[in-house]
């Protein structure tokens, strides 16, 4: 069974730094591709930063030159290293994978940024 478990959240002052975790097991094979998302109020839940089994990444707009995601394929970890946070990044932050075509997500995990 793969599951996908989140680390790394917290409760950080503007301006500060965090690095989240995501570790996937279960017999996984080959991974496609690797994302973490997160979910405004009242939004739909949005495309953070992608990572894909060739290395390629993309991040939203509101968070390119601030985040940056990487991958241990060793450990079937990917991290994203988010610096200068605002306010407005706080959220929870949802892991996703996409192995075989198969969408699979984690529980998140919250990431809370004071002003």
């Known amino acids: 069974q793969v599951q996908l478990v989140e680390s790394g959240g917290g409760l950080v002052q503007a301006g500060g730094s965090l690095r989240l975790s995501c570790t996937v097991s279960g017999g996984i094979g080959s991974i496609n591709y690797l994302g973490w998302y997160r979910q405004p109020p009242g939004k739909e839940r949005e495309l953070v930063a992608g990572i894909s089994s060739g290395g390629i990444t993309n991040y939203a707009d509101s968070v390119k030159g601030r985040f940056t995601i990487s991958r241990d394929t060793a450990k079937n970890t990917v991290y994203l290293q988010m610096n200068s946070l605002k306010p407005e990044d706080t959220d929870v932050y949802y892991c996703?994978?996409?192995?075989?075509?198969?969408?699979?997500w984690g529980k998140g995990t919250l990431v809370t940024v004071s002003s």
């Open positions: 996703r994978l996409i192995l075989r075509g198969v969408n699979y």
